[in-house]
């Protein structure tokens, strides 16, 4: 049985930073891409980032782009996402998932943690 648990959420100010971090379970699992996706409550699901965890290559909304950046430490099988210049819309539960579809931030996905939570006031 495949988990993925986040850490690293909480409170930021408008324009501070936040890092996110995802280690699956069994540590041994390695799929060949990850993302994150965030849901505010009565909003839909926004996938925010994606990387093919081999190959360095990432997708980003574009509500996010240049101010997040999703990466990941090999030797230790953690995800991360940074999260810079935050913004009071960036409020939402952060779920580290295996999507079925690296390019697409629209895409399903297969596995998802439990979410952290994110809350960036003005």
């Known amino acids: 049985q495949v988990q993925l648990v986040e850490s690293g959420g909480g409170t930021a100010q408008a324009g501070g930073s936040l890092r996110l971090s995802c280690v699956p379970s069994p540590r041994t699992y390695r799929p060949g891409c990850m993302g994150w996706f965030r849901q505010a409550p009565g909003k839909e699901r926004e996938g925010v980032a994606h990387m093919y965890t081999t190959l360095d290559v990432t997708y980003y909304a574009d509500s996010v782009k240049g101010r997040f950046t999703i990466s990941r430490d090999n030797a230790n099988n953690t995800l991360y996402l940074q999260m810079d210049s935050l913004k009071p819309e960036d409020s939402a539960m952060y779920y580290c998932?295996?999507?079925?579809?690296?390019?697409?931030?629209?895409?399903?996905?297969?596995?998802w943690g439990q979410g952290t939570q994110v809350t960036v006031s003005s």
């Open positions: 998932a295996v999507p079925n579809s690296c390019p697409k931030l629209q895409a399903e996905y297969i596995y």
